[in-house]
């Protein structure tokens, strides 16, 4: 079946069987191999998009439900060569270790942030409860999203 | 002297992780790839009557299907195992089963087809007849009479025996001292759930009879000798292994896989490039486990506090198969560790390792020095509770004294330096431990369940002296290797045998490496994870990275500064020892005569055009070594946590947690708080929420991340980390470790902090997992029926 | 992991759904969030789906004087953030799985499958809900004390789809709650109860309560609600009332590898006492 599907702002057509799911269709179809996959249950949010302005796991997504829809991926959070306020405030602060969670794990937050410029500490760790990290303890990738909300203009 | 060590550079690695451009094996693609799966058994024991794959190679899309008998037509080795205690009984395992299934999840067949789909549709109509026979998953069970045999050959399922410690003197100490107090627990299975599952791709050169494969490997080098050698037999000078990222290991990316087999061996078969990538589910049936004993313990002490002695049986399960260095886990890993912080007079220890129909068991985070802390910080709590002391003051009581280092145990161990009663104190002063205290009585006086839990542990890192390593059953050596080129134009690629999958290492090691050249790090490349560039190493395991590798980077660094000095005496026409060298500008001149100077760029420049060298120096500027420590390092913790318990549900919330560990120096004090509050998380998902359940008949019940509870974000509150340092003094860096320190001493901590929350209701010990209903029951007085 | 294969067919209307999946034999696919895991676990494989996604006008939340609609198609992430329903739905709307998957899941979704530990089933039955069936011939509303049969089971026929559930709006006297204890992997309700509590004067003059997770699907707590109204709502009492639960969850409770039947039985009063005291306070 024909898709169309638009991701980091540019237009892709593929003829896909209806079984793809979003995450082979942006790692295999397109090769943007930045979201990565953890599991098979829809729990550790790894392979964390933004689909029509809204975070979705892509592993749960099939290609043709995305069809017609603007996707991004980690590849196109940063702009005009400048990384995303919260691309930086990870590297600034040390939320990422093994880096196998990171793409899905500032997907998610750009959104937390977004729909919450005011987020406190509390409602970051119960936002995360899709993201499973086993390396950092979650202590310095909460640090990241706080840094990367202020950067993002929220907070105080 | 040092300008960049200790001090918090950010991650030069991050940069491509955060636009998601990390180079992990399943983002590998190669023109005309295959596609591999595995059909696995979905019995935990049965015979395998026949396989039938007929309508498998039909479907459209299949290449291939092999089942064990191809591998082993084609002289596959069965999987060595790399630690030999004596009398070790080596169960026999092939890449593929044949005959019998061991472990659900056992290989029997594997299918290559055009796409990852038609793969996972194949595997569906391959026809397996078994008839499933008896199973036994329990560590004690197995070894029990009539238990069903996991391999016909080993006797009651029995594949090692082993002792260490002054037994004589610890039976003594039992009939001798005031007290004896006596202890059964469990230490559940664990799997460790590296976010990124395993991943192999293998492409063979048939011309030149080179084959190459990327994996998802804590320790490239070493899967290659161990291939070469024993499985797949491609000679190793024709191997090259390649671990590009990883996404974390946790000891689970350590030992030799048999989809390291089966990628290459097919690929070279059907001589087309064979990607292969785990699903979460099928990495909880194939991937190593961890953990898992059952043992009984006893400490003896007497009035005044004092430990006398404590002795330890352990049923340790190894699984259906011998993993790489299972055997060590159990063992010298272990038992060696069980005196602790302590002055303990007598220590014995006994492990009897085990073989079930369950998944092999190998290191995890820590690997056999969370077990021994863990029982020894329980002991610790009942021994002060049954003296009514108080934990701190018992275990600074018993602490070994700051001027007795290095410090002989009685098992085995020689402690390498620590201020043990420093970092108690500390650690009190940092949790404000008397306020706590208050806090915890107020809590309780309003009717909260609410406990502080206290532990100090230790940590035998850095493995290891070879020789010693040998002795104890290691089939390798230890040591580790580093090479440090110096480009003509002053720029510097180092070569480390140590491999990084999170650590930071990329940074870190260049950190050492600019101290030592005084060239900035900016300059200055980390390559690890490819044998064709890596000459040789060991890999990341044990805590061992800073200490070993970072060491031998700071030798082969050094033998260059030296060449430099030399060749700018040469140049300058002055005596080498009249050579000053500048670490933090790489600058050389005569002492006195600041204006007769060179720098280490411009040597290394002189080096390479070879024009003016002294007699008999080689042109050129590149320097290897391999460093074989001296002694273990000795990483040490006290952590301190206070916990709530929901009196109606039983559920844990901690509400404060702070640590305070001694690593030896700090490389990255950024770095190391983070492997430290990682850590620490890990050790939490164990005391609380983390457990491996099989049912009798070896099915795996928490085989899914929606069974298997990791820990999440909101599981947490934010620690407190700080430190103390006494620097190791037998390595050039003064590193003791730290990735293991925080899993080690969290578990206990937690345990022993929801012991003391239930301590008023005269419960004294639950085994962990500390179970919403685990701990609801016992509250109820009620036995727990399952969990 | 992979789906198996199916047919897809996209339908643009109610009718076109209802067409496509007769004459393909198919399954409708909404979000897709609790179908899809299944089928990449291959513990379905349906052949064909009928994707009724793009059916804008199940979407959305419509007042309607004294109730409101809930399109099958809306998200919960819609519910979680929608302040016209009864504060206990996006109380546990907030709960579902985790942002991600709010963003995705629908309401519809998650009632058809009706998996005895999700959390709307729960609480569409405490608050008296009815849902919006249509077939070919024709439409049928069905109370949620009877829409809920069985482990993954419903009166749903397979001719039939889920078009919308209708709530009572927000009335003045009148709190409702949801409170869940979650399995600490996945997440969902080991066991979760929700209440619908009117207060006069103190006291509670009518109490409708659900209890969900613990049995093969969810159930109203008939003997808690008798034992609620009339009564003063102190914490006593709504404990009192609470335990009540015990006599009526017979010989179904289930138990895992979390939580035994004894400890979801001795959940199920806790569960509920919660969700009857927030109830209460937000009378």
């Keep these: 079946m024909k898709v169309s599907i638009t991701v980091n702002g540019k237009a892709y057509t593929k003829d896909v069987e209806p079984r793809t799911l979003l995450t082979d269709f942006v790692r295999e179809h397109i090769g943007l191999t930045g979201t990565n996959i953890g599991c098979d249950t829809s729990q550790c949010g790894a392979c964390t998009v933004h689909m029509d302005g809204m975070a979705v796991k892509a592993c749960t997504v099939l290609a043709v439900q995305a069809d017609g829809s603007d996707v991004t991926t980690i590849e196109g959070l940063a702009s005009g060569g400048e990384l995303h306020p919260m691309q930086n405030a990870f590297w600034n602060e040390h939320g990422l270790q093994c880096g196998y969670c990171t793409p899905g794990m500032i997907m998610s937050s750009v959104k937390l942030v977004e729909n919450n410029p005011d987020i ?18 979650y202590q310095n990738i909460i640090r990241s999203i706080q840094a990367g909300a202020a950067a993002m203009g929220g907070g105080d | 002297m040092s300008k960049y060590v200790g001090q918090s550079l950010k991650r030069v690695e991050d940069p491509r992780f955060i636009q998601g451009k990390g180079k992990y094996v399943a983002n590998l693609s190669l023109p005309g790839m295959g596609y591999m799966a595995i059909k696995r058994s979905p019995y935990a024991h049965a015979t395998i009557n026949s396989i039938d794959a007929s309508e498998a190679l039909a479907l459209d899309g299949v290449i291939a299907v092999f089942t064990g008998e191809d591998l082993l037509a084609d002289g596959i080795g069965p999987l060595p195992c790399g630690w030999q205690v004596p009398d070790l009984k080596i169960p026999v ?16 067949a594997v299918v290559v087809a055009e796409s990852p789909y038609i793969a996972a549709d194949a595997l569906d109509l391959i026809d397996v007849d078994y008839d499933p026979l008896p199973a036994v998953t329990d560590a004690k069970a197995a070894a029990q009479d009539g238990a069903p045999l996991v391999h016909d050959e080993i006797e009651n399922n029995v594949s090692y025996v082993w002792e260490l410690g002054t037994k004589d003197e610890y039976e003594a100490a039992l009939n001798d001292s005031d007290h004896v107090i006596e202890l059964d627990l469990i230490n559940q299975r664990l799997i460790a759930t590296a976010m990124e599952p395993r991943a192999c791709v293998a492409q063979w050169n048939s011309f030149t009879e080179d084959m190459t494969l990327w994996t998802t ?39 030799h896989y048999p989809e390291e087999i089966l990628v290459p061996w097919a690929a070279r078969k059907l001589d087309m490039p064979i990607k292969w990538v785990s699903t979460r589910s099928e990495a909880a049936v194939s991937d190593t486990q961890g953990r898992d004993h059952v043992t009984t313990a006893k400490m003896a002490f007497n009035n005044d506090g004092k430990i006398t002695g404590i002795g330890v049986e352990t049923w340790a399960n190894n699984g259906a198969y011998l993993s790489l260095v299972a055997p060590l886990i159990p063992t010298a890993f ?33 690997a056999g020095r969370p077990e021994a802390s863990y029982l020894l910080e329980r002991l610790v709590m009942m021994a002060a509770q049954k003296l009514g002391m108080d934990g701190m003051e018992f275990r600074r009581l018993n602490a070994i004294p700051a001027d007795e280092f290095p410090y002989q145990t009685p098992v085995a161990l020689s402690y390498d330096s620590g201020n043990y009663a420093g970092l108690f104190d500390k650690a009190e002063e940092l949790a404000g431990y008397a306020d706590l205290l208050q806090e915890r009585d107020a809590a309780r006086a309003e009717g909260r369940v609410v406990g502080i839990g206290i532990a100090g542990c230790i940590e035998a890192s850095g493995p290891a002296p070879s020789a010693v390593a040998g002795a104890l059953g290691g089939v390798t050596g230890f040591w580790e290797a580093g090479t440090i080129r110096l480009h003509p134009t002053g720029k510097v690629t180092v070569l480390t045998g140590s491999h990084t999958h999170g650590q930071g290492h990329e940074t870190t ?23 064709a560039v890596i000459t040789n190493g060991m890999g990341t395991y044990g805590s061992r990275s800073a200490s070993v590798g970072g060491s031998a980077l700071v030798v082969a660094a050094r033998k260059v500064r030296d060449k430099a000095i030399k060749l700018a005496a040469h140049q300058l026409e002055a005596a080498e020892e009249d050579m000053v060298f500048n670490q933090e500008t790489g600058d050389i001149y005569v002492n006195g005569a600041p204006d007769r100077a060179t720098s280490i760029g411009a040597m290394a420049f002189a080096a390479y055009t070879a024009h003016n060298l002294p007699e008999g120096m080689e042109p050129g500027m590149e320097e290897d070594a391999y460093y074989d420590p001296a002694n273990f390092t000795y990483p040490n ?4 946590a206070m916990v709530e318990v929901d009196k109606d549900t039983g559920e844990t919330k901690i509400l404060k947690y702070i640590a305070v560990d001694d690593v030896g120096n700090v490389i990255n004090p950024m770095i190391v708080e983070a492997q430290i509050s990682g850590g620490i998380a890990q050790g939490v998902g164990q005391a609380l929420w983390e457990n491996t359940v099989y049912d009798a008949d070896g099915q795996l019940l928490s085989g899914t991340l929606l069974d298997y509870a ?26 003791k470790g730290v990735g293991e320190m925080g899993t080690i001493a969290s578990t206990p901590t937690i345990a022993n902090a929801v012991m003391d929350a239930l301590e008023p209701m005269g419960i004294s010990h639950l085994d962990i997992p500390l179970t919403a209903q685990k701990l609801h029951g016992a509250m109820q007085g009620t036995a727990v029926s399952a969990d | 992991m992979y789906p198996p294969k199916f047919d897809y067919h996209r339908a643009g209307s109610v009718e076109e759904a209802l067409a496509m999946r007769k004459e393909h034999d198919g399954k409708f696919l909404a979000g897709g969030h609790s179908l899809i895991p299944v089928m990449k676990l291959r513990l379905a494989d349906p052949g064909c789906l009928v994707d009724i996604s793009r059916i804008d006008n199940l979407k959305g939340i419509c007042p309607d004087g004294d109730t409101v609609k809930i399109g099958a198609l809306t998200t919960h992430a819609m519910v979680a953030s929608s302040g016209e329903v009864p504060e206990a739905l996006p109380e546990a709307a907030k709960m579902i799985g985790d942002p991600m998957v709010r963003n995705r899941g629908t309401v519809g979704g998650n009632v058809a499958h009706a998996d005895p530990a999700s959390d709307l089933p729960t609480v569409l039955t405490a608050l008296g809900a009815s849902m919006q069936i249509t077939g070919e011939d024709g439409s049928r509303s069905v109370g ?41 992997a996945s997440r969902y309700a080991i066991v979760g109860a929700a209440a619908s509590i009117s207060v006069a004067d103190g006291k509670c003059t009518a109490a409708s309560v659900a209890i969900g997770g613990l049995l093969p699907a969810t159930t109203r707590a008939n003997a808690v609600e008798a034992a609620l109204v009339g009564q003063e709502m102190t914490d006593a009492n709504i404990k009192a009332a609470a335990a009540a639960i015990a006599d009526s969850l017979g010989d179904d409770v289930m138990g895992d590898i979390h939580a035994s039947a004894d400890y979801r039985k001795a959940m199920a009063p806790v569960m509920i006492a919660r969700a009857v005291k927030t109830a209460v306070g937000r009378a």
Aim: glycine residues 10%; negative net charge.
């Design chain 1, 120 to 137: 406190t500490e509390d409602e970051i760790r119960h936002g995360l409860e899709g993201n499973i990290c086993r390396c950092t303890g």
């Design chain 2, 509 to 531: 090691f260049a950190q050492i490496v600019a101290d030592e050249l005084g060239i900035p790090p900016e300059d200055i490349d980390i390559v690890h994870g490819d044998t």
């Design chain 2, 217 to 255: 490997s804590q320790n490239p080098n070493l899967i290659r000798v161990v291939m070469s050698a024993f499985t797949l037999q491609v000679p190793e000078h024709k191997l090259r292994v390649i671990s590009p990222d990883v996404g974390g290991g946790f000891g689970s990316k350590l030992p």
């Design chain 2, 710 to 735: 990791v820990p999440r974000a909101d599981g947490f509150p934010d620690f407190k980390i700080d430190r103390t340092i006494t620097p190791s003094p037998h390595n050039p860096l003064g590193v």
């Design chain 2, 334 to 366: 272990y038992i060696t560790l069980l005196s602790g912080l302590y002055k303990v007079p007598a220590v014995y220890g006994k492990a009897i390792g085990t073989l079930s129909h369950t998944v092999w068991v190998d290191a995890y985070r820590g």
């Design chain 2, 93 to 108: 395992q092939n890449a593929i089963a044949t005959e019998k299934v061991r472990h659900v999840g056992d290989r029997v």
């Design chain 2, 637 to 640: 913790s006290a952590h301190i």
């Design chain 3, 144 to 184: 949620a004390d009877d829409f809920f049969t069985d482990l993954f089971e419903t009166v749903l026929g397979e001719d039939e789809l889920l078009t919308g559930v209708t709530v009572p709006a927000k009335t003045a006297g009148t709190g409702t709650a949801y409170a869940k204890l979650p399995n600490p």
